[in-house]
């Protein structure tokens, strides 16, 4: 694929644009830069890019949503999937797992996405409240549980940037934090194979 026609089809940010184009007028030569280059900028474009319509098969993409929860790497030796204390916010994940897999219908799939929204939104309405009290912002169960709801709604963007979301790095070593769940996630996408050879 040209790399231009890409950029414009997806409306690229004029800085990724502008290096995607330095480098090849072939997407596949832009895709092994971007792996190449394992920084912050370029992970984020990576996962732009994966994301796109049309890049990785929908399974695929599916896939990839739940190992962000399973494997996005948060302070403390945990991961995303430690913050999900509700067991209907980890069921939602199994779900979409066994639905790729072809073990789940589109209505369990459906009722795991009911619970999960439930679950997200109990869960913003007691960080809220705990943040009226105390004036600090509680870390992560919200944003970890919002990111399982939107898998299961298959909005990757949102699976990326909840998987990643600042307030689960309130404390000082917010900025490495969020280079290593980049750079995981980054290592997830490539994992699943070149997309545009």
Known sequence: MKT?????????CM???????????????????????????????????????????EATLRKMACRF??????????TLW???????????????EAYVEGKATLEELEGAAEDAYEVAMDTYAAQYAAYIASSVIPVGEYTAAEA?????????DAV??????????????????????LSAQARIVTSFGHPFK
Do not use: C
């Open 4 to 12: 231009k026609d890409f950029l414009h089809r997806n409306n690229a």
């Open 15 to 57: 800085d990724g644009a502008k290096w995607a184009l330095s480098i090849s007028k072939d997407m596949a030569d832009v895709w092994e830069a971007m792996i190449k280059e394992d920084n912050s900028d370029k992970n984020q474009w990576l996962l732009w890019t994966a994301t796109r319509e049309g890049v990785l098969p």
């Open 69 to 78: 929860v399973r494997e996005t790497p948060i302070p403390g030796g945990r």
């Open 82 to 96: 430690d913050l999900l204390t509700d067991k209907r916010s980890r069921k939602v994940i199994l779900t979409v």
């Open 148 to 156: 399982a709801y939107w898998v299961s709604k298959f909005t990757l």
């Open 160 to 181: 990326v940037e909840g998987a990643i979301l600042d307030d689960l790095y309130i404390r000082s070593d917010i900025a490495a934090a969020r280079i290593g769940a």
